[in-house]
């Protein structure tokens, strides 16, 4: 029986490649989505070609009821539920803390912050044993902006990425009994299109002579610390985290 991952906002980007990586190591993948159905639709296709199964799951994480919906869509589509990647993320327009209003805060803390703490709530009554589960992992993407700040920018996003941090820390230690780990990883400079959410499609070309190692990173990269974490492979990890920075 293929071991099941839910990986949200997973239509692009950083989920899109942890999807194709995970099909390609026999998991089941279950490719969530807010909006763009074509490109969801398009990666099921692309894995179903090649052997692998996956099916694609249209939710808001931001929304309690959408969050609930998923899962009860994946139980039924897949019975059962051994990985959750916390990869759905949002950010806003560069600009100071001054200038932001409390709408874009709470657009950033909902998708960033509460999508994550419902989704993992949903994940734990799931996997854990005292719930009839066979234990599991939780793979939070977090980013280097928790440690860095992102200063006249995303100072927004960083905090949020900061409470998943914190998220990652408590629950690991919260369910360990139960047979869930939970670790996180935190991605630098990649070549995705968030940065063109920002506002600056080019930020990456813009700062990577920063990078110890020169270059913007690549979404399969970062999939490639995803996979490791919700393998057996780490299997003795727990409350870890693994930066994909090159060297920042």
Do not use: W
Not at 101 to 128: P, Y
Request: aromatic share 4%; charged share 25%.
């Amino acid at each position: 029986m293929h071991k099941v991952m839910l990986i949200t906002g997973a239509s692009r980007g950083i989920g899109a490649a942890t999807a194709l990586l995970a099909a390609e190591r026999g998991f089941a993948v279950a490719i969530n989505y807010r909006r763009e159905r074509e490109a969801a639709e398009a990666l099921v296709a692309q894995i179903t070609a090649n052997g692998g199964k996956a099916r694609a799951f249209a939710a808001d994480v931001a929304n309690e009821e959408d969050v609930l919906r998923l899962f009860r869509e994946v139980d039924e589509a897949f019975g059962r539920l051994d990985v959750l990647v916390n990869n759905a993320g949002i950010l806003e327009r560069q600009m100071r803390l001054e200038d932001m209003d409390i709408a874009r805060l709470q657009r950033v803390f909902a998708v960033n912050v509460t999508g994550t703490f419902l989704c993992c709530r949903e994940a734990v009554k799931r996997m854990a044993r005292k719930h009839g589960g066979e234990g599991g992992s939780i793979v939070n993407v977090s980013s280097m902006a928790s440690r860095l700040g992102s200063p006249n920018e995303y100072i927004d996003y960083a905090a949020a990425k900061g409470a998943v941090d914190s998220l990652t820390i408590g629950l690991a230690k919260e369910v360990a009994a139960d047979g869930i780990r939970v670790n996180a990883v935190r991605p630098g400079l990649i070549n995705t299109e968030i940065h063109a959410s920002g506002g600056e499609p080019g930020r990456v070309a813009r700062l990577q002579s920063a990078i110890p190692l020169g270059r913007g990173g690549e979404a399969e990269e970062v999939a490639r610390a995803i996979l490791f974490l919700a393998s057996d492979e780490s299997s003795y990890s727990t409350g870890g985290f693994v930066d994909v920075s090159g060297g920042r």
